[in-house]
């Protein structure tokens, strides 16, 4: 006799299954999106740091920080759209 917490689960699992495990290939392109998104964050925040070291007044500095986070903000929007991309064309081709 199945528990009240089992059946829970497998009405849970036929109403929206869970997505199928990620290949390897899959886990590598993930990776190398993070990677890549990384390094592109950490580019934008030294180029921001120096620019804020020559900015002149308060209102340049905050022009630039405010830039730094949209830039960060976009990124990081389109790291997780490329990654949806990636889940999508594997549970696709499954």
């Not at 590598?28 to 990384?38: R, V």
Request: aromatic share 2%; net charge negative; hydrophobic share 30%.
């Amino acid at each position: 006799m199945k528990s009240a917490y089992e059946l829970a689960m497998e009405r849970l699992q036929k109403e929206s299954p869970s997505a199928p495990p990620l290949t390897d290939e899959q886990k590598a392109a993930l990776a190398e999106i993070d990677n890549k998104t990384t390094a592109r964050i950490a580019e934008k925040r030294i180029l921001a740091e120096q620019e804020m070291s020559q900015a002149g007044d308060v209102e340049t500095l905050q022009k630039i920080q405010d830039r730094l986070q949209e830039d960060i903000r976009r990124l990081e929007t389109e790291r997780e759209e490329q990654k949806a991309e990636i889940r999508k064309s594997e549970q696709k081709k499954a």
